[in-house]
């Protein structure tokens, strides 16, 4: 006990040290950065921009991350025993059929709305997971777990990577848009990204497991 | 035109082994061709690298064409050319020897060991491309899912148990690298460390350093470093101590000596963990009864040993000892990744690597003995051995600053080096049959990275004066 | 995630749940205890990070390293967990060994 | 490159290449294996020879390999250099025939003569280095490819035998090491000076860490010089095969110790900053009493072969005790004491080797009557134990001579008495050798060991010792002819103390 009461206090301490040097240090940022080349960066969403553009390179590394994730997870031995097959109650089964046009859309309207306002591939793809997930649920599973599913999953990544080195093999920098394209190609990326992200995330939730 | 030679020349190293990481898990058959296709084009691009190098002028490009405060930039100076350059020639050998080796050691491994790599690759490049803290942030979490993958491959309890507390340790790590960061941007307004040298916040830096020594198994957060490595397959392992690890120092020396040159007192502080890693862990690499788990305490010991640049880096010693350090990381990393792969031959020929019955290796399996033999010459930095030229200097630095008492450091460090060495080489003689008698070609690959090792000692002359004139 | 400026009440609290977290991720033996942990200490660095002074509008670039960083941290929790059920089967206890060496 | 170039590097190549080539022989390649080796011993007299008498006219051999930036890998042919070149060359080519005789159907042979190989290149890289640097480089090469040949034998005792090895001469590595890069951090980088020293320009301040260099530079060096009480790993590496422990003890290891002391003294510091820092009289007394301990431990052995190792702890330092007395005269007893010493050490080494292979004998107690079956060995024996005893006409009375003169020369009487001393020691435990095996009537039948030649043994183990023993006479009767190393080491006395 002794020992977790001195760590606690060097919490305490750490907490109050760190507290202060934020308080004391004037707060900088990109803000006008941003919005002096928003014009440029293809879209109106400033956030949306710095995803996709300005730090389109972290991007492409965090799907990644996603997609090693994934492969990680699927590549720990299926468990012995596998997860019980779903027993829907019967609101699953009334509300699902009706509420899947609308995830839909609401996943559609999120990946377009990235491009003005808050929004885009990552909450679109959750909406999608989300989705997934009540299917998995309802019952009969959708069947990701195949090589169709993983192939989706791993889509995202690879068509931004396709993205970055086609515009480098084109002569300008990696993942340097050309200007009359580059809406379009934010765009496709952003709907690839989106399935992509919905479909990994689903399976991730799922632990990648086959059911019985 | 340039900028287009530019933007392939670095974006190959990243993108190549990424590209192939995710396509090969959607492959059934070619997926070790794929891998070593992918693996050649980066050695490549290394070897152009260093080829079209301008000793004025480091290659840069800013992708997707924002150049910081506001975009990320890839640089390859020197520093970052010799890494690359050195963890392609280790990655592709280990590459090549997993083609060869696991088919028949471990064929349930044989085709799952090659997306952790490619993604371990990937991320390797991207981070020593980078100088963008958080980029650095996301290319360490995608190294760290990467190498805990490699470690699980195993699937026994040791692995898991390993792999867990790795990732563990790691996630606490980047926790506060990213504070760190979060501190670093809120005082400067930039993640890039070039425009924010000179007004790195202590704070900040202190964080992000705790972090990286977590993640770098540095003294005193070495502790997951064994059991993971130990677990890991042959050629996993290999990748893990002899260039993972390093990607946490590579950082610091950013950190220390480009970003915050002025930061002396935090200096002996890394030198003293330093200090402890040589003395500790060259200690319990003694104690070891397994081979594995020698060979991986001796990497928490020789990672030691780099944090030594930071206090001799100073004055006109700067050179001489950032070239050590430099070079010593590259000879540890080719000896280290031989003496990991010979210890797999080994677990393969007897079934088990227990030191005190590795009797009859030196008969039937004399390559591999031959291998840990050259790789530990280079780990006590005896001649003719990269090892040895790399000590040289930073002894002389350590001289040169009159700070001896690091000089006792590296001394008493590469004693402890000869005994446990020697412990794993007296234990291969005499006469006993093998398990099974090891193939020839993995053995030789093993022993063409310890005779790389051996050769960083004899034709070091132009590359340690080419760092000692990029010394920050 | 956007709108009004986020006030140094936010960081502070920040700063509280990630000390706190990190405290409990290493006492707690638990495993799960460990990564939820784990995952509550990132977030609290993101709290960290979106701190913009009063006044200022918030900084774009500061939310699009905090969206990427739930992304990453939840890939790293989700294996983490996957992780955690397999070292539970083989083991058959959600927690670590500490006799490593034997 | 330049002929001047390309002879130092051709010596080191023409055991280095075949050692590496050998290495990867199969190991019934025997032919192929005593070729190379027989090739690139005779290559390397001759290209020695070649270099005396360039030397000799006034011609200089040096070659720079860039390796650390300031400190090359400097080879150079000077006088002491050659000293050393020489005798390793001579007696590698006779200890190769012998091995070969010795190791007929043994196994390993392929890695033992790769290493054999490696450790004379290494012995003569330490010869020819320039440099500190340099020596150091090729010392710890030597240390590292001898512990092979050390526990070539792979027994249980053979490897405690390396453990000790290792134990001893890596804890002195480091010192040197430790040692040599301090010196440099305070001279900068310098190679060897031809007369002076090299960090004698250092100013007064430095004095008491140049001392203390000093002494752990020698101490360094002395490790592999057995000087007491850092000999011990040298009686336990006895248990290697005779071929070994002639080339350890005669030349290798041991020469390698006490050459680096040499070069320290003469060419690092100086004799005289050596001698005024106070380093030389602390080394004296240290070679003094070695002489005289190692001389009373060799009594005490009833195994012939640890007998002659406690034999080598005392008489190594002569070498030491007139490096450190220094003079002219003492320099040029303990120089030229470097190779009579090796000559009649190996002979001693060859023989016993041939009594145990033949005969089974390892004790002297077991040695009644010997020379009646086996008169050509201890023939040869005889001549080398009475050289040892410095009788003359013999090439131990010149040593040993000079040695005395230089003991007046520095008024050390005391040195003079360690060496008469000895010298009665060193007849009290090889007589009896002489006197069994020649006067004392064998009982019962020899235990015949190999097939039975016309010859008292194999002919390649013959050979070597016959020759080495006619050295023996022919370097004391001819001392001061010109080819004598007698009249080399005065060139190099005269190079060191110009007059």
């Known amino acids: ?212 | ?472 | 995630m956007s709108g009004a400026e986020v006030p140094l009440a936010y960081a502070l609290v920040g700063m509280v749940v990630l000390v706190r977290a990190l405290y409990a991720l290493f006492v707690r033996p638990h495993l799960l205890h460990k990564l939820v942990a784990g995952n509550l200490a990132a977030s609290g660095v993101f709290l960290v990070i979106t701190y913009a002074p009063d006044g200022g509008p918030p900084d774009p670039v500061a939310q699009a390293l905090v969206l990427t960083g739930i992304v990453v941290s939840v890939a790293v929790t989700a294996y983490g967990a996957a992780l955690l059920a397999r070292l539970n089967e083989t083991s058959g206890k959600p927690y670590l060994e500490h006799d490593h060496e034997a | ?499």
Request: charged share 10%.
């Open chain 2, 1 to 472: 035109m340039s900028g287009a030679v530019a933007s392939w020349l670095l974006a190959a190293p990243v993108a190549l082994p990424l590209g192939a990481g995710l396509i090969v898990p959607l492959l059934r058959r070619g997926r070790s061709l794929a891998a070593l296709a992918a693996g050649a084009g980066v050695v490549a691009a290394a070897l152009l690298l260093l080829a079209v190098r301008d000793p004025d002028g480091a290659m840069e490009l800013a992708v997707g064409g924002w150049s910081p405060p506001l975009g990320i930039r890839w640089r390859a100076d020197l520093l970052a050319i010799t890494f690359l350059l050195s963890t392609a020639v280790i990655a592709l050998t280990v590459a090549l020897f997993a083609a060869l080796h696991l088919p028949r050691a471990e064929p349930a491994l044989a085709g799952r060991l090659w997306a952790p790599l490619l993604f371990l690759w990937s991320a390797l490049n991207a981070l020593y491309l980078s100088a963008d803290v958080f980029n650095l942030y996301v290319t360490l979490e995608l190294l760290t899912l990467a190498a805990v993958m490699l470690v699980t491959l195993e699937g026994e309890r040791q692995a898991l148990d390993g792999a867990m507390r790795y990732l563990l340790v790691a996630l606490a790590g980047s926790t506060v690298y990213l504070l760190g960061v979060a501190l670093l941007y809120h005082a400067t307004g930039t993640l890039d460390l070039t425009l924010a040298a000179g007004a790195v916040p202590g704070a900040a830096l202190a964080l992000m350093t705790v972090g990286l020594m977590a993640k770098g198994a540095l003294f005193p957060l070495h502790g997951w470093l064994p059991p993971a490595h130990a677990a890991a397959p042959a050629p996993g392992s290999a990748l893990l101590s002899a260039v993972v690890v390093k990607s946490a120092f590579y950082i610091l020396l950013r950190l220390w000596l480009e970003a915050a040159p002025d930061e002396h007192a935090g200096r002996m502080l890394l030198a003293a963990c330093g200090t402890g890693a040589v003395l500790w862990g060259s200690l319990l690499a003694l104690t070891q009864k397994r081979l594995k788990l020698l060979v991986a305490y001796s990497t928490v010991a020789q990672l030691g040993y780099l944090l030594l640049v930071f206090p001799l880096a100073v004055g006109s010693w700067s050179g001489p000892a950032y070239a050590g350090a430099v070079w010593l990381a590259v000879s540890h990393g080719l000896a280290k990744a031989a003496m990991f792969l010979a210890a797999g031959t080994v677990m393969h020929a007897l079934g088990h690597d227990r030191i005190a019955e590795l009797r009859g290796l030196a008969h039937h399996a004399p390559v591999t003995m031959l291998t840990l033999a050259l790789a530990g010459v280079t780990l006590m930095g005896l001649p003719p051995s990269g090892g040895f030229v790399a000590k040289w200097l930073l002894l002389s630095a350590a001289f040169g600053t009159g700070q001896w008492f690091w000089a006792l450091v590296l001394l008493a460090g590469g004693l402890l080096a000869a005994v446990y060495t020697f412990r794993v080489i007296g234990a291969g003689f005499g006469e006993a049959a093998l398990a099974r008698v090891p193939r020839r070609a993995p053995q030789w690959l093993a022993f063409a990275l310890a005779t790389a090792a051996l050769l960083a000692g004899v034709v070091a002359e132009l590359p340690l004066r080419q760092l000692q004139e990029a010394a920050p």
């Open chain 1, 1 to 212: 006990m002794g020992a977790r009461a001195v760590l606690a206090v060097l919490a305490i301490a750490l907490t109050g040290w760190l507290a202060v040097h934020l308080t004391s240090t004037p707060v900088a940022g990109l803000g006008q950065q941003v919005d002096a080349h928003l014009h440029a960066s293809g879209v109106a969403s400033p956030i949306t921009a710095v995803l996709l553009n300005f730090r389109a390179l972290d991007t492409l590394y965090e799907v990644s991350v996603l997609a090693v994730a994934l492969i990680a997870t699927l590549s720990l031995e299926p468990t012995r025993q596998p997860r019980v097959p779903p027993s829907p109650g019967p609101l699953l089964v009334w509300l699902v059929p009706r509420l899947t046009p609308v995830m839909l859309l609401l996943a559609g309207y999120l990946w377009w709305a990235g491009s003005t306002r808050p929004g885009g591939a990552f909450q679109a793809g959750a909406t999608i997971a989300g989705l997934l997930l009540l299917l998995a649920l309802k019952g009969p599973d959708p069947g990701l777990q195949g090589r169709g599913g993983h192939a989706l999953a791993m889509a995202g990544p690879l068509w931004f990577l396709l993205v970055g080195s086609a515009t480098a093999l084109a002569g300008s920098a990696f993942l340097q848009y050309p200007d009359a394209w580059v809406k379009t190609l934010i765009l496709t990326v952003e709907g690839v990204l989106t399935a992509a992200i919905g479909v990994t995330l689903a399976l991730l939730a799922g632990g990648g497991r086959r059911q019985a």
């Open chain 4, 1 to 499: 490159m330049t002929l001047q170039g390309a002879l130092p590097l051709a010596i080191l190549g023409s055991s280095l290449l075949p050692g590496l080539i050998i290495f990867f022989l199969a190991e019934p390649h025997r032919r192929g294996r005593t070729w190379l080796n027989m090739a690139g011993a005779v290559i390397k007299v001759l290209l020695v020879a070649g270099a005396l008498l360039g030397v000799y006219h006034g011609a200089t051999f040096e070659v720079a390999v860039p390796l650390v930036p300031d400190y090359p890998l400097l080879l150079r042919l000077d006088p002491l250099a050659l000293l050393f070149v020489s005798l390793s060359a001579v007696l590698w080519l006779l200890t190769t025939v012998y091995a070969v005789g010795y190791l007929e159907g043994s196994p390993n042979r392929s890695r033992f003569f790769g290493f054999f190989s490696l450790c004379v290149s290494a012995t003569v890289g330490i010869a020819m280095a320039g440099n500190l640097f340099t020596l150091f480089f090729f010392y710890e090469v030597l240390t590292l490819s001898t512990y092979p040949l050390v526990v070539h034998r792979e027994t249980e005792q053979s490897l405690r035998a390396g453990r000790i090895y290792l134990a001893y001469v890596m804890t002195g590595s480091a010192v040197l090491l430790g040692a040599v890069v301090w010196l440099h951090a305070l001279a900068g980088p310098f190679e060897f000076a031809v007369s002076g020293g090299a960090v004698d320009h250092l100013d007064a301040e430095h004095r008491p860490a140049l001392l203390a260099i000093f002494l752990l530079m020698v101490g360094g060096f002395g490790v592999k010089a057995a000087l007491v009480p850092m000999h011990r790993w040298l009686p336990a590496a006895m248990v290697a095969p005779a071929p070994v422990s002639a080339l350890l003890h005669a030349v290798a290891v041991v020469k390698a110790g006490a050459f680096g002391i040499a070069r320290t003294v003469y060419d690092v510091f100086g004799a005289e900053l050596a001698h005024d820092l106070g380093g030389t009289t602390v080394l004296a007394a240290v070679a003094g009493f070695t002489i005289i301990y190692g001389s009373l431990r060799a009594l005490q052995q009833d195994d012939l072969k640890r007998r002659l190792a406690y034999s080598t702890v005392s008489q190594l330092s002569y070498i030491v005790l007139g490096v450190s007395l220094v003079g002219p005269l003492a320099t040029i007893g303990g120089l030229v004491h470097l190779v009579h010493q090796g000559i009649m050490k190996i002979t001693l080494f060859f023989a016993a080797g041939n009594l145990a292979e033949t005969l089974h004998l390892h004790k002297v107690s077991e040695l009644d009557g010997v020379g009646r079956r086996m008169p050509w060995t201890m023939a040869a024996f005889t001549v080398a134990a009475f050289g040892m005893m410095s009788a003359p006409p013999l090439a131990g009375f010149v040593s040993e001579w000079f040695l005395g003169l230089g003991a007046l020369e520095g008024d050390a009487p005391w040195a003079l008495a360690v060496l008469l001393a000895s010298s009665l020691l060193n007849a009290a435990y090889f007589l009896p050798v002489v006197y069994r095996g020649w006067f004392r009537p064998r009982r019962g039948p020899w235990h015949e060991n190999l097939p039975r030649h016309r010859l008292e043994t194999h002919p390649w183990l013959l050979l070597p010792p016959v020759i080495t023993a006619g050295m023996v006479i022919a370097l004391g009767l001819f001392a001061a002819s010109v080819w004598s190393p007698l009249t080399w080491v005065r060139l190099i006395a005269a190079q060191e103390y110009p007059l």
